[in-house]
């Protein structure tokens, strides 16, 4: 996911979406921890995808605190 679609995204739909990456972390780590994923480097990237829309998520709470 990259920072321009995430900064479309409004803040419903950003909450929503940290949620769910979040939850697939989880599952991926789960599920890597039973058996080796065919592509480990998935969790490495669901990782900065979650860290890409937290970090979107403070950069608007910041601005609404500046406003």
């Not at 739909?13 to 480990?40: C, G, Y």
Request: no cysteine; net charge positive; proline share 3%.
């Amino acid at each position: 996911m990259k920072m321009s679609e995430i900064k479309e995204l409004t803040e419903q739909e950003l909450l929503e979406r940290i949620d769910d990456t979040q939850n697939m972390l989880t599952r991926i780590k789960l599920n890597h921890a039973v058996s080796p994923l065919e592509n480990p480097n998935q969790i490495k990237n669901v990782r900065k995808d979650v860290a890409r829309l937290l970090t979107e998520k403070r950069l608007r709470e910041l601005n609404k605190q500046n406003d």
